[in-house]
């Protein structure tokens, strides 16, 4: 049992699959009341605004996340309920805390233009590539969750984020009258 009225929901995945893009949509498409109860958490920027940043990795052009820091300046949020945590990284919380795991795919070829157009030099292009063919956040996800709050959504277009964005919201319609107040 939990004591939270609203879940906890990771979207996760490799950069650029699409995890910020649905977590903007989710948001904007709960109702109003539902709204009220949710917070789209972009670790990125929550990281740095928390000073939870711990260097930088010039080999792999990105910042280097104080994982313990962040959890624990995590935790009282995520005891409030109703957090949507939008990472590349999904391993780090604690499982009491955490109600689905979505992980977002797309389509490598959709992928590689993307990290393309962002500008990342081509070995990171690779990294992040070679992360998506191995499915290497997925694993991540199922070696750190139960099975059953693991799910995937593929997504390269509008039309299916706006399918997974519904899907995600039913999910937590029923969460929520699983666990009532
Ligand atoms: P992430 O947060 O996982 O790095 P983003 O949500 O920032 O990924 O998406 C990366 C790029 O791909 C953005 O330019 C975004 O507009 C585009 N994008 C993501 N998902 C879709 C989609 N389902 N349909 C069309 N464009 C998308
Ligand atoms: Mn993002
Ligand atoms: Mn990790």
């Known amino acids: 049992m939990t004591s939270r009225l609203y879940p906890n929901i990771i979207i996760t995945g490799t950069p650029g699959c699409g995890k910020t893009s649905h ?3 989710l948001v904007e498409s709960l109702n109003d009341e539902l709204r009220s109860h949710f917070q789209h958490l972009e670790i990125s920027k929550v990281a740095r605004e928390r000073g ?10 990105s910042s280097i996340v104080d994982e313990d820091k962040l959890v624990d300046s995590l935790e009282p949020d995520l005891r409030e309920g109703g957090k949507i945590i939008d990472w590349h990284c ?5 499982e009491r805390l955490i109600d689905l795991v979505v ?3 797309c389509d490598n070829s959709v992928l590689f ?5 962002r500008g990342y030099p081509d070995s990171k292009i690779t990294e992040n590539i070679d992360c998506e063919i191995m499915q290497v956040i997925l694993q991540e996800a199922k070696d ?3 099975p059953e709050i693991v799910i995937e959504l ?4 509008l039309e299916t984020m706006d399918d997974n964005v519904e899907r995600i919201i039913q999910w937590i319609n029923s969460w929520r009258e699983n666990n009532p107040d």
């Open 52 to 61: 939870c940043i711990d260097g930088f990795d010039q080999e792999r052009d």
């Open 144 to 146: 750190s969750y139960a």
């Open 90 to 94: 999904c391993d780090v919380f604690p």
């Open 103 to 105: 992980v977002v795919k």
């Open 154 to 157: 593929s997504s390269e277009d």
């Open 23 to 25: 977590c903007e949509s």
């Open 113 to 117: 233009d993307r990290l393309s157009q």
